[in-house]
């Protein structure tokens, strides 16, 4: 395809590399800041191909993984209903909320769809005015102008059965966030590509100017990122911190005007609660008053159930895209993870790293390595991890496992 | 999720006030709506997000960027060369 293949070059890719590694000098920690940037580094291993001394921390940038535990069960409780036709993007579907999530909803009989644009929710509304129509408007400022474009088609054609369910997020508000944590690591940000396709990207101008770190608009595809890469550290070895566009087939400075008249005229900002960060002021949109009317009933009356159990309402997640934002966030300051799953996955990582730098296999449990075990599942020990633990006879460990 | 698609409108026409679009993608064709994208016009490109079109593909600017990509890559053919 066009505008995609070209930026998938193998061959060009090495060149980036082999200029990486020749320019770079220091360590340096970059952060990719949106989910879909941090699925292409590791589709194709790109975070492997980088010299040791730059680390890539993956940003909190997906909407899917951020969106609050409450809004999930908000959304739950109404695609439950009967009278009720649920539409949202496939991604949310799996997503724990504190007591099922929506596809177990859907096979309980419950009207969930998936749809491919929240124009295909209007549709719905139209062809069953006999039936409430609530679309999931999760998303950052990419997903908000065409989501308040469908909120802004329903009121011109009068349709009352339409509604919003609104989780939208903006990306400057959690940079801002990070780059006030006094242990924050991150020394340059690749600034996600489509978000300021809308927005622009005078926003970054702002914070590269106040926190003294450099930004790089960056786009999707390997050869994009890899470029960014080059250029972001191109400007921390000379010691500046500009907003650089890489991304210029698709990015101007000034974003894409159109789209934002109609999304201001839709939302406003708003505090929003990021899942596993809390909560961040200014940092999402809703429905401004006009559009009242598009909330969903539920939104503004039921107060959140209190979750069945502690555990899942700590339930920290992520899908499968990218990486959890709450661990994103504990690398980016340096923090040691607290639950167990997330060291694991901390030391695994730590481990690819050792293995790619010096080129040694290791374990870090000797005893697995021990007994040629170093591998285990993605969710931690092997099975013969397990048993080779319990025959140790260690009573304490048996316990746990 | 934040992913756009480049593809090339095909025609335009108006449902229900707005200016949808049939692009291309690869071998996939889908509607689209162009209504961010006033300037746009079939033949062009564009990026297009969840059904939208969000921004017109700057053909001069993309093969540029590609350009510096593919010289970046001689020099470093030569200097591999040299050295």
Redesign the interface.
């Given at each position: 395809?066009?505008?995609?293949d070209?930026?998938r070059d193998p061959?060009?890719a090495q060149?980036?590399v082999?200029?990486i590694r020749r320019h770079v000098t220091r360590p340096w920690v970059l952060m990719e800041i949106?989910?879909?940037q941090t699925h292409t580094l590791m589709r194709y291993g790109i975070d492997n191909l980088l010299p040791p001394e730059v680390e890539l921390v993956h940003g909190p940038?997906?909407?899917?993984c951020v969106t609050p535990l409450e809004m999930i069960d908000k959304a739950v409780e109404i695609a439950s209903r009967p009278d009720v036709i649920f539409v949202s993007?496939g991604?949310m579907l799996r997503v724990p909320g504190s007591a099922r999530d929506l596809f177990q909803v859907k096979a309980a009989g419950g009207d969930v769809r998936i749809a491919?644009?929240?124009?295909?929710a209007v549709d719905l509304a139209r062809k069953n005015p006999d039936r409430k129509v609530v679309f999931f408007a999760?998303?950052?400022e990419?997903?908000a102008?065409?989501n308040a474009?469908a909120v802004w088609?329903a009121k011109?054609?009068g349709l009352t059965n339409f509604s919003l369910l609104v989780s939208h997020v903006l990306v400057p508000p959690a940079i801002r966030l990070l780059l006030e944590q006094p242990r924050n690591r991150v020394q340059g940000f690749i600034a996600?590509g489509?978000?300021c396709?809308?927005m622009g990207y005078s926003e970054y101008e702002e914070l590269a100017e106040r926190y003294h770190v450099p930004f790089v608009v960056g786009g999707?595809e390997p050869?994009d990122l890899l470029?960014a890469i080059r250029m972001l550290v191109a400007q921390l070895e000379e010691g500046r911190f500009e907003v650089e566009n890489?991304y210029?087939?698709?990015?101007t400075r000034v974003g894409?005007e159109?789209?934002r008249q109609?999304m201001f005229e839709v939302f406003e900002i708003a505090d929003r609660k990021w899942r596993g960060i809390g909560e961040i002021g200014q940092s999402g949109y809703r429905l401004r008053e006009e559009y009242a009317d598009f909330m969903p009933s539920a939104c503004s009356t039921s107060r959140p159930r209190a979750p069945r159990s502690r555990r899942s309402a700590s339930r920290r997640w992520s899908c499968r895209?990218c990486k959890n934002p709450w661990i994103a966030l504990c690398s980016a300051l340096g923090a040691r993870p607290t639950t167990r799953w997330a060291r694991r996955w901390y030391r695994a990582r730590a481990r690819a790293r050792r293995t790619i730098a010096t080129g040694v296999t290791t374990s870090s449990r000797p005893h697995c390595r021990r007994l040629n075990h170093g591998h285990r599942t993605q969710y931690g020990m092997s099975l013969a991890a397990h048993l080779h633990r319990s025959r140790a006879a260690r009573p304490r460990l048996r316990r746990q496992t | 999720?934040?992913?756009?698609?480049?593809g090339?409108i095909l025609d335009t026409e108006e449902i229900?006030?707005?200016r949808v679009g049939r692009v291309q993608?690869?071998g996939v064709t889908?509607k689209a709506?162009l209504?961010?994208?006033?300037e746009a016009v079939v033949g062009d490109?564009v990026?297009v997000?969840?059904?939208?079109a969000?921004?017109k593909?700057?053909?001069d600017?993309?093969a540029?960027?590609?350009e510096s990509?593919?010289v970046?890559?001689l020099l470093?053919a030569e200097l591999g060369g040299a050295e």
């Open positions: 395809m066009k505008f995609l070209e930026y061959k060009l060149t980036l082999a200029d949106c989910g879909g940038g997906c909407p899917v993007y991604d491919y644009s929240p124009m295909d999760v998303g950052f990419t997903t102008p065409p474009m088609q011109r054609e996600p489509h978000v396709t809308v999707f050869l470029e890489q210029v087939r698709s990015v894409n159109a789209a109609r895209a | 999720m934040c992913l756009a698609i480049p090339k229900a006030g707005i993608f690869g889908r709506y209504d961010y994208v006033p490109y990026m997000h969840v059904g939208f969000l921004s593909v700057d053909q600017e993309a540029r960027t590609y990509m593919r970046m890559g470093e």
